[in-house]
């Protein structure tokens, strides 16, 4: 009984192209992760505006400075 070596999986052309495809997707993920969060973003005064969203502390109006006055 002659022992047929094993094939690679690699020889098949659906298995090539599902790893192409995932290789090309991961290296697209990784590029968007580099470019965009390279670093977490802190807002300016973040707690101080947090504090006042949460408390209710009144504050000026801007819609007031966005309004028009008539003419």
Known sequence: MPQVPP?????????????VILLVK???LLTIKAVW?????VPENGTARVSER?????????ASLN???PR
């Open 7 to 19: 094939q690679s999986p690699w020889r098949i052309p659906l298995v090539r192209e599902i790893g």
């Open 26 to 28: 991961l290296a697209i």
């Open 37 to 41: 969060f390279t670093e977490p973003t």
């Open 54 to 62: 949460l408390l209710g502390t009144p504050q000026t109006s801007p």
């Open 67 to 69: 309004e028009e006055e």
